[in-house]
T-cell receptor
Framework: EPEVTQTPSHQVTQMGQEVILRCVPI?????FYWYRQILGQKVEFLVS????????KSEIFDDQFSVERPDGSNFTLKIRSTKLEDSAMYFC???????????FGPGTRLTVL | AQSVTQPDIHITVSEGASLELRCNYS??????LFWYVQSPGQGLQLLLK??????LVQGIKGFEAEFKRSQSSFNLRKPSVHWSDAAEYFC???????????FGGGTRVLVKP
């Protein structure tokens, strides 16, 4: 069964460093998303991406964040200068239409020290 | 703005007993509603969804949910729980634009032998 994959599973970084979280969505999907879940809190929407551009972003998704689909398979989330409060589980998701269910990856746990 | 409330943070149920998880949403139009399950260290797996039509929807793993517009609810049920149902359950509503998901805070289910 097709699935969304994410790498790495766990990333530890120093405050101020740049990190890139990688996702491989399901191959025929066209809509891509990033969410995050701070420990003990609810899952929060960050950004959605379609047709090589951002279709919606939340207030969390400020200038420190960017997304990219560098090739036909990967979808990345970059945090330019990490803060302690960026520590969270980051989930990638994809769907094949704008109204279909989203399939989630297993997540990347980001720890900022 | 859309929102989701899951009133129960924790529920403990005996194996073989029935389970009901509550979900209330706030959304101006007809919502798209979802239930996801998250096992420890895993991503979010879709249990079931409601877009339109029959208000009682069947999902995977023996779960069902009922959409009640008058109560703004989408409660999840299972007639007889198994130890493997121990997990965290999230209710979510889809937005009208970009289809971002807004999640509730989750309900953690513990299953007693």
């Amino acid at each position: 069964e097709p699935e969304v994959t994410q790498t790495p599973s766990h990333q530890v970084t120093q405050m101020g460093q740049e990190v890139i979280l990688r996702c491989v969505p399901i191959s025929n999907h066209l809509y891509f998303y990033w969410y995050r879940q701070i420990l003990g809190q609810k899952v929060e929407f960050l950004v959605s991406f379609y047709n090589n551009e951002i279709s919606e972003k939340s207030e969390i998704f400020d200038d420190q964040f960017s997304v990219e689909r560098p090739d036909g398979s990967n979808f990345t989330l970059k945090i330019r200068s990490t803060k302690l409060e960026d520590s969270a589980m980051y989930f990638c998701a994809s769907s094949d239409t704008s109204e279909a269910e989203q399939f989630f990856g297993p997540g990347t746990r980001l720890t900022v020290l | 703005a859309q929102s989701v409330t899951q009133p129960d943070i924790h529920i403990t149920v005996s194996e073989g007993a029935s389970l009901e998880l509550r979900c209330n949403y706030s959304y101006g139009a007809t919502p798209y509603l979802f239930w996801y399950v998250q096992s420890p260290g895993q991503g979010l797996q879709l249990l079931l969804k409601y877009f339109s039509g029959d208000t009682l929807v069947q999902g995977i793993k023996g779960f069902e949910a009922e959409f009640k517009r008058s109560q703004s609810s989408f409660n999840l049920r299972k007639p007889s729980v198994h130890w493997s149902d121990a997990a965290e359950y999230f209710c979510a509503v889809a937005g009208a634009a970009g289809n971002k998901l807004t999640f509730g805070g989750g309900t953690r289910v513990l299953v007693k032998p």
